[in-house]
């Protein structure tokens, strides 16, 4: 048995239609907007860190060379990442999910705007926000131990 022979139609492919392609789909990539927060550490050191819209605010720390550990690598599984927000950024934030609710739990130095920085991501609003660190975690604590970058 013979099979059929297919055969590639031939066509031109024009440098505009390229051209108009890539150009379509680069305007159509998301611009993310640069923001700057106010990092504080336990010593009182302040750390200027700027990242892109979206960023979760753990992964900013470590980008920043901020003592923010983050030993679950941002999987929700730890509270290593804990911050202190401001109120008014707290209270226009999504609500913690309970994985995230259960973890708090656990973290040093609880107050009522502590969030996981690997749960809250920058957004435009957060422009100039300062975010507190806790005095202690319970690794760096235990075995002072530095977040490295990734």
Known sequence: MRLPHFRAAASPVHRSTVWQQTAA???SMRQFKEISVVFVEPDGN???ATGEE??????LAHENDVDLEG???????????HVILEDKIYDDLPEPSDEENDMLDLAFGLTD???????VELTPEMEGMVIKLPAATRNFYVDGAKPAHH
């Open 71 to 81: 030993a679950c690598e941002g999987a929700c599984a730890c509270s290593t990442c």
């Open 113 to 119: 705007t502590s969030r996981l920085g690997c749960q």
């Open 46 to 48: 302040r750390v200027k």
């Open 54 to 59: 979206g960023t979760n605010l753990m992964e």
């Open 25 to 27: 789909f680069s305007s």
